[in-house]
């Protein structure tokens, strides 16, 4: 089984409408990241939480939240979604205990919006 | 802020050829480097990292050394296959421990 899940893999809605897009992960590390990946930028972060308590505003939050339900859940929310946010989600966890404090993604979640 | 540029793609090659994908980055402080590599389809996966100067990350044949002096952290190969063809990312971990990333290098081997 993946160490990091991503639900759903694929979605598409309509502008306006709520998305909660879902990562869960096996790994029990205590970071976790929100990261959107547009052709020709890379990735960049929108949300990242060190640990329950903890939520952060990454690069580009704006027009997104997130919600940490439990070590091994992290949730990215669109409360009204608009074109520009068509994109390819990725969620991903790291360890800080370690050195390099790698972190290990999720397989994806293509989004379009309409 | 900290930030990496890495070569502009497509690359297109033919099987067994040599591969560089230049990165050069910009930090404060002692970032940790890594390449990244995602096939179609597919999430990112880590490929090899460096954690301090001089340091060679190395996987799957690949291979890329921590440069200080110059600031970069060069992908090479020496002899590609198709099932190399993906897109490729350089990433740097910085003091605030987030991830920031190149556009990516699109890879394409011919048989």
């Known amino acids: 089984d993946a160490d990091v899940t991503q639900t759903p893999r694929n979605r598409i809605t309509k502008t306006g409408k709520r998305i909660m897009l879902e990562c869960s992960q096996t790994k029990g590390h205590d970071r976790m990241y929100w990261y959107r990946q547009d052709p020709g930028l890379g990735l960049r972060l929108i949300y990242y939480s060190f640990d329950v308590k903890d939520i952060n505003k990454g690069e580009i939050s704006d027009g997104y939240s997130v919600s940490r339900q439990a070590q091994a859940k992290f949730s990215l929310s669109l409360e009204s979604a608009i074109p520009n946010q068509t994109a390819l989600y990725f969620c991903?966890?790291?360890?800080?205990?370690?050195?390099?404090?790698?972190?290990?993604f999720g397989p994806g979640t293509r989004l379009t919006v309409l | 802020g900290d930030s990496v540029t890495q070569m502009e793609g497509p690359v297109t090659l033919s099987e067994e050829a040599f591969l560089t994908i230049n990165c050069t980055y910009t930090?404060?402080?002692?970032?940790?480097l890594f390449w990244y590599v995602q096939y179609p389809g597919e999430g990112l996966q880590l490929l090899l990292k460096a954690t301090k100067a001089d340091d060679k990350g190395s996987n799957k044949g690949f291979e890329a050394t921590y440069r200080k002096e110059t600031t970069s952290f060069h992908l090479e190969k020496g002899s590609v296959q198709v099932s190399d063809s993906a897109v490729y990312f350089c990433a740097l971990r910085g003091n605030d421990y987030k991830l920031s990333f190149g556009a990516g290098t699109t890879v394409t081997v011919r048989a």
């Open positions: 991903a966890t790291s360890d800080p205990l370690t050195r390099t404090d790698t972190q290990y």
């Open positions: 930090a404060t402080g002692y970032p940790s």
